[in-house]
């Protein structure tokens, strides 16, 4: 595998990723703002939004090569091919546990930003949180569920040799 076949791989899985990010998190979102203001703006705002987004996915997933190029990703390196040789079903493990702890910190960190100020701003404003607006409302299942996300993406990344030692040790067990 050279080094330009893995940054296509990793831009076309990030794509992938925000293409069902798009589909189960922001389109109803969007669409539920619409359909609770019913207003044509909002909707045409929404529509707009998604089409925005859908047009930029397409564009990364057949625009592969040419952010490549433009970002110079693959140049700068000693060697042109990565050698997969080494990699057995420890060290695949120990790089999931390693991607999927860091989505886990990098999803929950806004929520959280978000959370935490919204309390803040509870207990110290005189009348509380302007509940005109439903964006603004303070949701404290919300922001403990993010902090337990964070310390469990944190742990697992900084265990994650520990934890791959249980995963494969639990799935051996199964096969018994």
């Known amino acids: 595998m050279t080094k330009r076949d893995f ?19 922001l389109m109803p979102t969007y669409f539920s703002y619409a359909y609770i203001s ?20 397409i564009a990364i997933l057949y625009g592969t090569d040419k952010i490549i190029d433009i970002l110079k990703l693959d140049k ?19 790089l999931a546990i390693i991607l999927i702890s860091g989505f886990l910190i ?5 929520i959280l930003i978000n959370q935490a100020y ?4 509870n207990q110290v404003s005189v009348n509380g949180l302007n509940n005109n607006y439903q964006i603004h ?16 993406g944190y742990l697992m990344i900084t265990n994650y040799s520990t934890v791959s030692k249980w995963l494969l040790n639990a799935d051996k067990k199964s096969f018994k």
């Open 118 to 121: 919204l309390a803040f701003k």
């Open 106 to 110: 990098l999803d929950n960190i806004p």
């Open 38 to 57: 019913f207003d044509s703006v909002t909707l045409f705002l929404a529509l707009g939004v998604v089409v925005c987004i859908l047009i930029l996915l």
């Open 7 to 25: 940054f296509r791989v990793i831009i076309k899985l990030f794509a992938l990723y925000s293409v069902i990010l798009t589909l189960f998190s």
């Open 137 to 152: 409302q303070l949701d404290y299942f919300q922001l403990t569920i993010s902090i337990v996300c964070i310390l469990l």
């Open 76 to 94: 700068g390196f000693d060697d042109d091919h990565i050698v997969i040789g080494n990699f057995n079903e420890s060290n695949i493990l120990k």
